[in-house]
């Protein structure tokens, strides 16, 4: 069978580099949670416990630990001083950029990566709602936002198309993440699964899923707000196809926003559509770029 | 009765929600029920930290006497799966402050925190029983141990007849 990962070859700089890091595996990375910890201390507990990693360049609070390593197991993983976390995927909380004292929303939550750096951020203040449907992972949210110490979160399970405020007094939130479920194309170095088993009929199913939790994710967003829209895949029918959608039928406009790493701006033409001019300001991550996994995230301001 | 007016009326405590704590007693309206007051004073006596530590928490009850802390406030009650942490274990004879509690707290506690050496802590990690010296209170400590150049909470120590018994729950228990 050709590799699924092909149709993207015409979108790429260099698709043999591009190839070659997604076969690659990923190393371990931790991300300090802030919480609870520093870097400068996160490091020296490492240091004292003979724990091997180096720093990633980009972003002080990522550590990428050494091949043998397992996070799981050390004394500031006890303490809820990191958090397993591939690097790629602390794009979106930077993006979002959420301050202390704000009310937040991250509309599908679990296992709870992001919400636990969404909290770090806001310095454990202000109202942060995690939400999800699916219980098993609502119980991993909850024992990871416990371990890192999280104080502010609320925790609900709803289906985020339908997301009810009802709860908040009906009030509607700053910032909201939309870190959508997605075919995952770009965790093919940790999965290679996400690949193997890949279909166009489960990358347009899932895009109609990614549409009506963007959809209603800008509705409970204050005008003026903040929406950050990101996935684990490369598909443009899951990224630029949801935004086309988005800036269709919703109150919302893309932003440029700045990534401390390297990344491709969003496309403007696929298969036989084209896409509006704003989606170059989206961000395309590939694995070869920055030797992580591969990434997309879109900024949108509400209201405006 | 001729008198509806006889102040606040006692309910049930309804434990498959979030309730938030009363204040006061004056403001208690579920039998049992401890209070913010109550709840913030323990901590703060027991582990002498500074009052203002809670200030900005609200404090829920949901399930018998299960209190969880949140630094934020919404509409009681509140009808979600998760609000703030678990904080404190009260409606028994001995309140029992949480593994997570402790944890995000416990660092600057200066009463009621007993430091393990390197094996101890290790074996206390593991769930197991330790025999560190102490010569304070008994009853519900923190465990802790230094590390990088800090003193850093474990977790929740029951120091009874000279012998300390971790309370580390199963799922938290480690083999370092």
Same mark, same amino acid.
């Given at each position: ?41 996160v490091r020296q507990a490492f240091e004292e ?14 550590? +990428? ?70 219980l098993g992972r609502l119980s991993a949210l ?110 919302? +406009? ?19 559509g084209t896409f509006d001019e704003s989606m ?25 | ?41 323990? !901590? ?23 209190? !969880? ?64 010296? !102490?010569?304070?209170? !008994? ?38």
């Open positions: 069978m050709e590799d699924p990962l092909s149709r993207y070859d015409s979108l790429v700089d260099d698709p043999a580099a591009f190839h070659a890091a997604c076969d690659r595996p990923l190393p371990s990375v931790v991300r300090v949670n802030e919480i609870k910890a520093t870097p400068r201390r416990t003979g724990v091997e990693f180096e720093p990633v360049e980009w972003h002080d609070g990522l550590l +990428r630990l050494g091949d043998d390593e397992s996070p799981g197991n050390s004394w500031p993983f006890v303490h809820g001083w990191v958090y397993g976390q591939e690097e790629v995927s602390a794009v979106p909380a930077l993006a979002l950029d959420p301050v202390p004292g704000e009310r937040v929303l991250d509309c599908c939550a679990a296992p709870g990566s992001k919400t636990t750096q969404l909290a770090a951020r806001m310095d454990d203040r202000g109202l942060l709602v995690g939400n999800d449907n699916n909850r024992s990871n936002a416990e371990r890192c110490g999280v104080s502010n979160l609320v925790v609900t399970r709803q289906d985020a198309r339908n997301f009810s405020l009802k709860p908040f007094s009906g009030e509607r939130f700053d910032r909201t993440l939309v870190d959508a479920p997605c075919s995952c194309e770009g965790t093919v170095r940790k999965n290679p699964d996400a690949v193997e088993s890949w279909s166009l009929d489960h990358v347009e199913g899932i895009a109609g899923v990614q549409k009506g939790v963007l959809g209603r994710s800008i509705e409970v967003t204050r005008s003026g707000g903040t929406v950050v829209y990101s996935t684990c895949t490369f598909a443009p029918e899951e990224n630029e196809s949801v935004l086309q959608h988005a800036i269709e039928n919703y109150d919302c +406009r893309l932003v440029e926003f700045d990534l401390p790493l390297r990344s491709d701006p969003g496309i403007t033409e696929w298969a036989d170059r300001r989206a961000k395309r991550i590939y694995p070869h770029q920055n030797d992580t996994g591969g990434f997309f995230c879109a900024k949108l301001e509400v209201g405006a | 009765m001729t008198d509806g007016d006889e102040g606040a009326p006692i309910e049930e405590n309804e434990g498959s929600r979030f309730d938030r704590l009363p204040a006061t007693a004056d403001e208690r309206t579920v039998e049992g029920r401890p209070t913010r007051a109550a709840v913030v004073d323990w !901590w703060v006596e027991r582990f002498d930290l500074d009052p203002e530590t809670f200030e900005s928490y609200t404090f829920w009850e949901k399930g018998a006497g299960k209190v !969880w802390a949140f630094a934020d406030d919404i509409e009681s009650p509140a009808d979600v799966e998760g609000l703030g942490m678990t904080f404190l274990r009260a409606r028994q004879e001995h309140w029992k402050p949480t593994t997570d509690a402790v944890q995000r707290f416990g660092r600057e506690a200066d009463r009621n925190v007993v430091v393990l050496e390197d094996e101890e802590a290790r074996a206390f990690l593991r769930g197991e029983d330790t025999d560190p010296e !102490w010569g304070g209170d !008994w009853g519900y400590l923190i465990a802790a141990h230094e590390i990088a150049s800090g003193i850093e909470p474990i977790g929740v120590g029951l120091y009874l007849y000279g012998e300390l018994r971790s309370q580390m729950p199963k799922g938290r228990q480690r083999e370092l």
